[in-house]
């Protein structure tokens, strides 16, 4: 069973910058499709990035397109979110997640979750 633990979260004003990371235990990350989601207060959790097993393939979600970018260091296992240009829509809990389903970013084929870290982002 794999253990993910998000670390990176915090206050930032509109505009700026966050690195969240995700270190996992248990399980190589590289053999697994690694995850991003978002949850604010009252709404569902959503998709916002996702990298392949073989690290070759990014997915993000259109939201977050262009701003946010998603990486990972195998030596560490760990993977990272990288939020530039923040918005305070992107005010929510970060969830890490791993799916055994290569390039899924549906929210059903992710099935080991970390306990998320709150990002808040002040207009």
């Known amino acids: 069973q794999v253990q993910l633990v998000e670390s990176g979260g915090g206050l930032v004003q509109q505009g700026g910058s966050l690195r969240l990371s995700c270190a996992a235990s248990?399980?190589?990350?590289?053999?697994?499709?690694m995850g991003w989601f978002r949850q604010a207060p009252g709404k569902e959790r959503d998709f916002v990035a996702a990298?392949?097993?073989?690290?070759?393939?990014?997915y993000y979600a259109d939201s977050v397109k262009g701003r946010f970018t998603i990486s990972r260091r195998t030596a560490k296992n760990t993977v990272y979110l990288q939020m530039n240009s923040l918005k305070p829509e992107d005010t929510a809990v970060y969830y890490c997640a791993t799916s055994t389903t290569d390039g899924s970013r549906r929210y059903a084929d992710f099935n080991s979750w970390g306990q998320g870290t709150q990002v808040t982002v002040s207009s």
């Open positions: 990298i392949s097993r073989s690290g070759s393939l990014t």
């Open positions: 248990g399980r190589t990350i590289s053999t697994s499709t």
